[in-house]
Structures are given as structure tokens and as C-alpha cells.
């Protein structure tokens, strides 16, 4: 039990230090009419637009900006 909620504390920790960013392009694949079509035989090429990727990177860059909490007059 302290284990996981070592773990779980780690996990929290971490993912406040950092985003990850997810693209996959399975949904512009399905939607171009010219992917219907696959390759007949194995090794054929498969244009570069009907390719279906996934991946992520993991980022702990900070480019975020202050937020300022100062009242301004116009409220």
C-alpha cells in the first residue's frame, strides 16, 4: 500500500514538470480518398500522406507565461 502511494506521489510530482505531446495522423489517413487503396504486395511503397504514425514527445521546457493576478481598473 505505501508502496503505490509512493508511486503515485512520484507520478504527480513528475507530471507537474513537465507536458507531452501526442500526434498521430490516423484520422488524416482515413479521411484522404487517395489511402483507400493499400499496396498489393509487401514492400511496396506507401506515400508519405498515408502513412499512419503515432508518437510523443516528452517536453519539460517552460514556456509559459506569468499569470498576473493585479486588479485592473476597468472591472
Aim: proline share 7%; charged share 30%.
Amino acid at each position: 500500500m505505501i508502496r503505490a502511494l509512493t508511486v503515485f506521489g512520484a507520478s504527480v510530482l513528475l507530471a507537474a514538470c513537465g507536458s507531452v505531446d501526442y500526434r498521430d495522423t490516423n484520422a488524416a489517413v482515413d479521411a484522404n480518398p487517395l489511402c483507400a487503396s493499400r499496396p498489393s504486395q509487401p514492400g511496396e511503397p506507401v506515400s508519405r500522406d498515408c502513412e499512419r504514425r503515432a508518437d510523443g514527445a516528452w517536453s519539460t521546457r517552460r514556456d509559459a507565461q506569468p499569470v498576473d493576478f493585479r486588479a485592473r481598473g476597468d472591472d
